[in-house]
């Protein structure tokens, strides 16, 4: 059985690698000869930072005040204490490896921590709910910093808040799996997309070699990777490439994909989160509109008095936990679904024109459930009305979709192409932020936002200080507030969680920011939380931006 020492002391090693070559060749090495396929299962997901499966809905509910919390009774040392190391490191993680270091020497002989150990607390901190839960976590915590040796406490913390600083990512993951049991990446990453859990991928891998992961299949309540579009450069060009296009309105809301099976729905999110008991009256006109057997891909909007209401409130819907009748009245929705994986069978090799027929037969449509509108054309004509008939409704513009196009789990081709209006934004990871002055010195009044490099390191692009109104500050203050690392007089650092889309006048190069470059004139648009940080916009594709706007001005 593997301990946590061993893992952490891995960890410690492949932390220095920069070398991406290097990294994937070290973890293969060393999940190559885990034996015990529940320890397998559980490192690669410790590896990127992850207690449970991104789709799981458990969550061990500890955030930094907890961690402060019992760092303070380990070692009992003040808080002031901790914050002070936290930015002397700038990294909770290593502040708590050196709190403990110099508490250790009293400690008595403790057993030694596994994998397994360390999972089952943490699954038992994700049953604990309300009253004595928040006391009986930190008793947890405390059991665990008290058997862990330093360096264990410095993954630990890091696993806890999600973010082990290994600068591994998906991509090494899957080719860490491909090289350990000598698998083709390609049959790894496929197996991925359709059962989006790279710790049963590399289990499957060991026990059954490739045609264990060749016979790996969508499962209904498990979510598949959804498949994404890339930006149109013209009509034409589209239509050039598409010759007959299935044209949809982009509508402007969120993704979901809707599984109805065995009496049961599940509804994930865009980042695949499970957000059903947050959307009541979809769950149950499914039951009523949908055969069943079915997993479908769609779009949720929000709608009042015929007009789409923004994007935002649909995102207040999925986090809404609480007194959700409340807000069903005032924020309705309206389900567009455009798309169907499966039907009892696997359905994303067929055509798209398959795919929809089948799609038209599941579905009775109703007040809530609709299927989304399709023109079929190859005139751009027809596509430019298309476009001005969804944006005089409110929405994006338009989806150009190949008919011939079977469903690609997460990826980002050409067989979908958007259309839209306005110009491309970013989406980047809020790290840090400032409070503001005087009357608002309880409100954040700016944030620090991060693009992430190809193994998923975060660096800093600039800093977002317009286009918040007063509500939007206010609500921003509380979501950031629990992810507040440390401070430093009105500067805050967070636990990097969520992204916002910013909008900018141009990119610059600049040495102020590690990433190189700076934005001119950032302007928030909105908080984008149906993305995750592994989302976020790429070092790569700001450098892209920084040389095409150079091109369009003509160098
Ligand atoms: N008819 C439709 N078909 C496909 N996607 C649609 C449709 N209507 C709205 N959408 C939304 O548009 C998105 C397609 O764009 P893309 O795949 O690039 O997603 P994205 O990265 O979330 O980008 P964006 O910020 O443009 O929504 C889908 O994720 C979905 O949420």
Same mark, same amino acid.
């Given at each position: 059985m593997l301990t946590f020492k061993e893992f952490a002391e891995f960890c410690s090693v492949i932390? *220095?690698? /920069?070398s991406t070559l290097e990294l994937t060749a070290r973890i293969a090495a060393f999940i190559r000869k885990i034996e015990d396929e529940d320890d397998l299962y559980n490192v690669i997901h410790f590896l990127m930072g992850r207690i449970f499966p991104p789709w799981d809905e458990r969550e061990i509910g500890v955030g930094v005040g907890l961690i402060y919390e019992a760092l303070r009774q380990v070692t009992g040392v003040s808080k002031s204490r901790i914050e002070q190391l936290v930015k002397e490191t700038g990294d909770l993680g290593l502040a708590a490896e050196r709190l403990l270091k110099e508490k250790k020497? %009293? %400690? #008595?002989f403790q057993e030694e921590l596994t994998i397994k150990r360390v999972k089952e607390i943490f699954e038992e901190m994700a049953k604990l709910s309300g009253e004595g839960s928040q006391k009986r976590r930190v008793m947890l915590l405390t059991d665990l910093y008290v058997s862990a040796t330093p360096i264990e406490t410095r993954y630990l913390t890091r696993l806890i808040l999600g973010?082990? $600083? =290994? &600068?591994? &990512?998906e991509g090494i993951i899957r080719d860490a799996i491909a090289r350990a049991f000598g698998i083709d990446s390609s049959i790894v990453e496929r197996a991925y997309m359709l059962t989006n859990d790279y710790g049963r991928v590399a289990v499957v891998a060991k026990k059954e070699g490739k045609d264990g992961l060749m016979r790996m299949k969508i499962q209904l309540h498990y979510p598949v990777k959804m498949m994404l579009a890339q930006v149109a450069e013209s009509v034409d060009e589209a239509l050039r490439e598409m010759r007959e296009a299935a044209v949809e309105w982009k509508y402007d809301g969120s993704r979901v994909q809707v599984h109805y099976g065995n009496g049961k729905v599940t509804i994930f999110s $865009? $980042? #695949?989160?499970?957000v059903t008991s947050a959307l009541p009256e979809i769950v149950d006109e499914v039951k009523k509109c949908v055969r069943e057997n079915v997993i479908l891909d769609g779009e949720v909007i929000a709608v009042k008095d015929g007009k789409p209401m923004p994007f935002q409130q649909v995102l207040r819907r999925f986090r809404r936990k609480h007194e959700i009748s409340k807000a069903m009245e005032r924020i309705p929705l309206i389900v567009y679904f455009f798309d169907i994986l499966y039907d009892g069978e696997m359905l994303i090799d067929l055509p798209l024109k398959e795919r929809r027929k089948k799609l038209e037969e599941v579905i009775g449509e109703s007040e809530i459930i609709k299927v989304a509108q399709q023109v079929i054309t190859s005139d751009p004509k027809v596509v430019e009305e298309e476009f001005n008939r969804a944006i005089e409704a409110g929405h994006e513009g338009l989806m150009l979709k190949r008919l011939d196009s079977p469903y690609t789990p997460g990826k980002r081709g050409k067989l979908w192409l958007k259309l839209k209006a306005v110009m491309e934004t970013l989406d980047l990871v809020v790290v840090g932020g400032e409070w503001g002055e005087g *009357?608002? /010195?309880? #409100? =954040? /009044?700016s944030f620090e936002l991060a693009c992430r490099d190809e193994n998923g390191r975060l660096l800093r692009v600039g800093k977002v200080a317009t286009g918040f109104t007063d509500e939007d500050l206010e609500e921003l203050t509380e979501l950031f507030k629990p992810l507040i690392e440390y401070e430093e007089g009105k500067r805050v650092v967070f636990q990097p969680k969520y992204l916002f889309e910013v909008a900018y006048q141009e990119i610059q190069k600049s040495p102020k920011y590690e990433s190189g470059f700076a934005l001119r004139f950032p302007r928030f648009v909105r908080l $984008?939380?149906? *993305? /995750?940080?592994?989302e976020a916009d790429t070092l790569e594709r700001i450098a892209k931006l920084y040389e095409m706007q150079f091109k369009s001005k003509g160098g």
């Open positions: 932390e *220095k690698i /920069s020497q %009293t %400690t #008595l973010e082990m $600083r =290994l &600068g591994v &990512g $865009r $980042r #695949l989160e499970n *009357k608002r /010195s309880h #409100l =954040l /009044s $984008r939380d149906d *993305k /995750s940080v592994e």
